[in-house]
């Protein structure tokens, strides 16, 4: 691997710290992993004034760095303005067009706690407006704790094995689908208790699916209480995790069951007394708005994305491995078409089209519901 600067000195004269990741990144492709990655990283200089960006290309496998100067706050809110095509151009203009692509097919962006600012830059909308080399990722994810890209890439490796297994992923696989009262009030609610019940039925799909080793099943659970759902993530077993909370206030509520007259006063499940007891999750695509980044609360305690205001932070605190969230409000529908695209686009297919051939009572209105959801919310429909 060769490394030139850009605006820097030689490697030798850089910062011990730059260069143990550069260093990281070569351990990383050294053993076999990131093959189609290219990895970013945004690091702390001496100089409050600038940042270090380092980039690594797998395909030409060396690494461009820079020491870029550091927007401040005001700049960012002028700037950054939501639409992906002017975002885009500032970037560019930042970064002195540094060459982001023509590497990989994904990017792994490591940002120091310094620099959390960097994740309001919408990398995930330029990959999917295909701005500039942009085009060619197929996704965008993040390192915003002190794990390595070694670290990373092999969680990465040892998630793709789960996801390429159809009985590892019965196994290893939990969704948890919560209601809650005011989503009756919502435009959507018809459709959001037709998605409800769609899921639940091809989940119930994927139980006891017989395998040479003997039965597998998908767990799943409906407005789990406080304790079913420490039992949960606590499981060893457990490595994905899909499910949907309602966290306004930044706590995750406990599902509200809606065929009761009367409800009860709203619940929380307290993930503080999880911290460092999650590290067996890889993965845990959780919908709530804001989790990643609240500008309301950011412009009263002064936060960035991801930091310790913040949710992703907190369920990144008890050692899961990748914690999606978002940075925008997000509605139940989303969760839905998540859930579809996860069952439906992988290697639990065939067992669900199998189920499908043997029952196939009701099973058109399901689909016809998946891709009325699916269609909603921009993605391709399946049936």
């Not at 689908?177 to 409800?196: F, V």
């Not at 039992?231 to 009761?260: M, S």
């Amino acid at each position: 691997m060769s490394v030139c600067g850009e605006n820097t000195t030689h490697l030798g004269e850089m910062p011990l710290f730059v260069r143990t990741v550069v260093e990281d990144m070569r351990d990383a492709r050294r053993g076999g992993l990131g093959q189609n990655e290219d990895l970013l990283a945004i690091l702390s200089s001496s100089d409050s004034r600038f940042c270090w960006v380092l980039l690594f290309r797998c395909a030409a496998d060396s690494v461009v760095s820079k020491h870029l100067p550091r927007p401040d706050s005001q700049v960012l809110d002028n700037q950054l303005r939501g639409v992906a095509e002017e975002d885009f151009r500032w970037f560019q203009s930042w970064s002195g067009e540094m060459v982001v692509g023509r590497g990989g097919r994904a990017l792994l962006v490591k940002v120091s706690e310094e620099e959390l600012w960097f994740l309001r830059i919408p990398l995930t909308l330029f990959v999917q407006g295909a701005l500039g080399a942009f085009s060619q990722y197929d996704y965008v994810s993040w390192i915003v704790t002190e794990r390595t890209f070694s670290e990373a890439l092999g969680n990465r490796s040892a998630l793709s094995r789960v996801l390429a297994s159809a009985p590892n992923l019965l196994d290893s696989a939990v969704v948890i689908i919560n209601t809650y009262e005011h989503h009756q009030e919502t435009p959507d609610a018809p459709l959001l208790r037709k998605g409800i019940a769609a899921i639940e039925k091809i989940l119930s799909r994927l139980q006891d699916q017989k395998f040479p080793d003997g039965f597998h099943s998908l767990r799943w659970l409906k407005n789990p209480s406080e304790e079913a759902t420490k039992n949960a993530l606590t499981d060893e077993r457990t490595k994905i995790v899909l499910g949907a909370f309602e966290a306004g206030n930044g706590k995750w509520q406990l599902g509200q069951d809606l065929n009761l007259d009367t409800r009860a006063p709203a619940q929380y499940f307290p993930l503080s007394n999880l911290h460092g007891m999650l590290g067996h999750i890889l993965l845990m695509r959780s919908f709530h708005c804001y989790s990643i980044f609240d500008p309301y609360l950011s412009a009263t305690v002064g936060g960035q994305p991801a930091d310790k205001h913040t949710l992703a932070r907190e369920l990144l605190q008890t050692g899961i491995q990748f914690v999606e969230g978002a940075m925008t409000e997000q509605s139940y529908l989303e969760f839905l078409a998540s859930v579809i695209n996860f069952l439906y686009r992988g290697s639990l297919r065939f067992l669900l089209d199998n189920a499908d051939a043997r029952n196939s009572e009701g099973i058109d209105g399901v689909r016809e519901i998946c891709n009325e959801i699916l269609s909603l919310q921009g993605y391709e429909i399946l049936f």
